[in-house]
């Protein structure tokens, strides 16, 4: 069996970095694209053009409230993958935040 590269190893993580901004809009919906990159440890430009990409896809939808941003997710937009295109974003989104923050198209459903 072969040994993984010790320069990759460090390197890989489980998440895309769509996935790591669309959760930190989640759980902040009013957060600044300079504070999302700094929390993801991309650069300001990269966390714009994944918002427009999400935004595009419709997982999520920016109104301007002010000089700010707000994000709203819709968490009932299927995931992309072929292999995962049987779950909504928002089962994704319930992994990596408390239920009663977890985006809810229905409020019946997202109750304990």
Do not use: C, K
């Not at 700094?38 to 301007?64: C, F, H, K, N, P």
């Not at 002010?66 to 992994?95: C, S």
Request: proline fraction near 7%; aromatic fraction near 4%.
């Amino acid at each position: 069996m072969s040994q993984p590269s010790a320069a990759r190893n460090d390197q890989w993580t489980f998440l895309t970095n769509h996935a790591r901004v669309l959760i930190a809009l989640a759980r902040d919906p009013e957060a600044r694209g300079r504070d999302v990159a700094s929390l993801i440890g991309i650069t300001e430009r990269a966390v714009q053009l994944i918002v427009a990409d999400l935004e595009a896809a419709g997982y999520l939808t920016r109104t301007r409230v002010g000089r700010r941003n707000h994000y709203t997710i819709d968490p009932t937009v299927a995931l992309r993958h072929p292999a995962e295109a049987d779950h909504p974003v928002g089962d994704l989104l319930a992994t990596f935040l408390h239920r009663e923050d977890t985006p809810a198209a229905d409020p019946e459903r997202a109750a304990p």
